[in-house]
């Protein structure tokens, strides 16, 4: 019997998903020329990335914004790129010969609040489930930052 090409699955294919407007490299050396061994990227194109680098998909509040402002886009990736490197260095691994790798969940570990300075608005949308994480007084009661005494530990956001 013949080979027959169209009797057979396919072993691998392009996955099908949106095109993500930033990608994050997740391999690099820290002695680069610009420093960082992590870098951001502004996809301007509609392709989907190869699995080289980490895909970042807003969630739906921001990704409508970015969808109205090109400005917006670039002033959110201009936030991602100025975290500091020491700080997506501390949530990585680092292998041998100074290859620093960074998971998506360690990734996801990184503080990114200079977003929310850009987007007052959606900051402001979810002040109420920033409540429900203050921490709580003995009697029950909330204690806010603000409200908190200098000798009381207060748990960082």
């Not at 019997?1 to 994050?24: G, K």
């Not at 190869?50 to 914004?65: D, H, I, R, T």
Request: with cysteine.
């Amino acid at each position: 019997m013949a080979w027959r090409l169209t009797l057979t699955s396919p072993w691998y294919a392009q996955e099908e998903r949106p095109a993500s407007p930033f990608l994050c490299t997740y391999m690099g050396r820290n002695g680069t020329k610009k420093g960082k061994p992590f870098r951001f990227i502004l996809n301007h194109s509609r392709a989907t990335a190869p699995n080289v680098y980490l895909m970042l998909y807003p969630k739906p509040a921001l990704a409508k914004a970015l969808g109205v402002s090109r400005e917006l886009r670039r002033a959110v990736w201009r936030m991602l790129n100025a975290i500091p490197p020491e700080v997506l260095l501390g949530e990585g691994r680092v292998y041998g010969g100074g290859l620093h790798k960074l998971e998506p969940k360690e990734l996801a570990n990184a503080p990114a609040d200079g977003i929310l300075a850009v987007l007052p608005r959606l900051g402001d949308e979810h002040a109420e489930q920033l409540r429900l994480f203050e921490r709580p007084e003995p009697a029950g009661r909330y204690v806010t930052d603000d409200e908190a005494s200098d000798d009381e530990a207060v748990c960082e956001r």
